[in-house]
């Protein structure tokens, strides 16, 4: 088990281009999160997978936002149309729903950072 | 909805003293949890301490202890013997069971 795993660490686009980014979670857990940083501020939710299906969104994710979990294994978020202020980290965690509520807290990976010129 | 606020953005604290983060919350639900993240400069959020509602017990972990006041929607982080190491950002976060919920943060300085 090596943790939660996000590809890219950093990622510079120009404004327009469309951003993919992958998260593999620990392979044994079923719920997968993403969650976006802004610099200096903690964690907003973006949404979440239970498996394959997409359970919730946040009103944060605009329609040029999607993520996918086709496996119910890795997921990807793909950003399209960048826009300056889509500048942040991007964070994967993921959990075993089976496990008793709390108890150990989410897996986060290490972010993805997007800086959009 | 679930509100978290961590009033103080910087703190600062000698090595081998003692520091203690704020937070506080806001809900509706009787039944939750709460944790205190920490995320260096290498960004990997790490879990340092969590606490059930339903325990009135504060939780401890080595040189890390809460002071979780349910009434007052208050939970606190007290770190005791600061070393260099745990110079990073501190997060306060709710749970009801599904999504987290953060607070701004909170930047820790420990000077030698």
């Known amino acids: 088990d090596t943790g939660v795993s996000q590809d890219p660490r950093h990622k510079i686009t120009k404004r327009g281009q469309n951003v993919t980014f992958r998260c593999d979670p620990i392979?044994?857990?079923?719920?997968l999160y993403w969650y976006r940083q802004t610099l200096g501020q903690g964690p907003e939710f973006l949404t979440y997978?239970?498996?394959?299906?997409?359970?919730?969104k946040s009103r944060l994710l605009s329609d040029r936002f999607s993520a996918e979990r086709p496996k119910g294994s890795f997921s990807t978020l793909e950003i399209q149309r960048t826009e300056q202020g889509d500048s942040a980290m991007y964070l994967c965690?993921?959990?075993?729903?089976?496990?008793?509520?709390?108890?150990?807290?989410?897996?986060f990976g290490s972010g993805t950072r997007l800086t959009v010129v | 909805a679930q509100t978290v606020t961590q009033s103080q953005p910087e703190m600062s604290v000698q090595e081998a003293e003692t520091v203690t983060l704020s937070c506080t919350y806001d809900?509706?639900?009787?039944?939750?949890?709460l944790f205190w993240y920490k995320q260096p400069p290498s960004r990997q959020m790490i879990l340092v301490i969590r606490?059930?509602?339903?325990?009135?017990q504060n939780a401890t972990e080595n040189r890390f202890s809460v002071n979780f006041q349910k009434a007052a929607k208050s939970f606190s982080l007290k770190i005791s013997d600061s070393q260099l190491g745990d110079a990073a950002m501190y997060f306060c976060?709710?749970?009801?069971?599904?999504?987290?919920?953060f607070g701004g943060g909170t930047r820790l300085m420990v000077k030698p």
């Open positions: 809900t509706s639900e009787s039944d939750y949890y």
């Open positions: 392979s044994e857990h079923n719920r």
């Open positions: 606490q059930e509602a339903y325990k009135q």
């Open positions: 997978f239970q498996n394959e299906a997409q359970l919730e």
């Open positions: 976060a709710f749970w009801t069971g599904n999504m987290l919920t």
């Open positions: 965690a993921s959990r075993s729903v089976g496990t008793p509520p709390g108890r150990y807290g989410y897996t």
